[in-house]
C-alpha cells in the first residue's frame, strides 16, 4: 500500500448506503414544495454536492427560493430514513481492517453536514473506525465539491502532501473535486455509470476490488 500516504473516503454511496434514500428524501420534498423532481434527476443533479447546490439550482431553473427552512426540514427527514433503513456499503468493513492492518491511515471528506457524516456513521457501525482529527465536512470549507477546497483540507490536517492521497468517490462533482485537487481518484461503479466517472484514475464495481487497486 506504499503508492499512497492516506485514503481518503467519500460518505454517501462510498461508505454507507446513503444516495438511494437521501435522493429519494430530496425528491419527495421537492415536489411537494412544487419543483417536481424524480429519483433519477435528483441523481444526476444533486448526487455528491452540498446543499447549497440545491437551492442555487432551484432558484436558477424556477426564479423562487426554498424555505428558510429546507435544511432543517430535508436534514430532519433524511436522519429518520437513515435510522430505519441505513446500512454500510457491502465490503466496507472489511476493507478498513485491511487499511488498518497495513498501517495506512484514512479519513473521510463528505458534502455532508458533520451531523449527517456522524448519524450515517454511527447507524452502521463504522463511526469506530472514524474517530476525532478523521471527519471533514463541507462545512469546514467555503466550496464544496467540486471545488477541490475539502480534500485540500483533508489533506492538510492529516499532514500529507496531496499527490500523497488517493480518493475513493462514487459522484461526478466528487471525482471532479479529487482531480483539481491534484490527488489520484478511484470511481465505484456501484450505483454511478463508469462514464460519468471521467478521469478517474481506475473504476471498481465492488468494494472488494479496492484493496487491490490502492496497492
Known sequence: MGRYDV????????????????NRVLAEYLTELGHPTTFEESVRDYMGAAVH?????????????????FDETFHSR????????LSAVGGVHEVLAKLDADGVPYCVAS?????R????????????HFGEGRIFSAQDVGRGKPAPDLFLLAAEKMGVRPD???VVE???LGVRAALAAGMDVYGFTSMTPREKLVGATAHF???EELPALLS
Open 164 to 166: 500523497r492521497c488517493a
Open 205 to 207: 464495481s465492488r468494494m
Open 7 to 22: 485514503v481518503v473516503f467519500d460518505n454517501d454511496g462510498v461508505l454507507v448506503d446513503s444516495e438511494p434514500i437521501s
Open 53 to 69: 447546490r440545491i437551492h442555487d439550482l432551484v432558484l436558477e431553473r424556477s426564479g423562487r427560493r426554498l424555505p428558510d427552512d
Open 111 to 115: 458534502s455532508g453536514s458533520h451531523e
Open 170 to 172: 462514487d459522484s461526478p
Open 117 to 128: 457524516i456522524r448519524v450515517a456513521l454511527g447507524r452502521t457501525g463504522l463511526a469506530v
Open 78 to 85: 433524511v436522519f429518520a430514513a437513515f435510522r430505519r433503513e
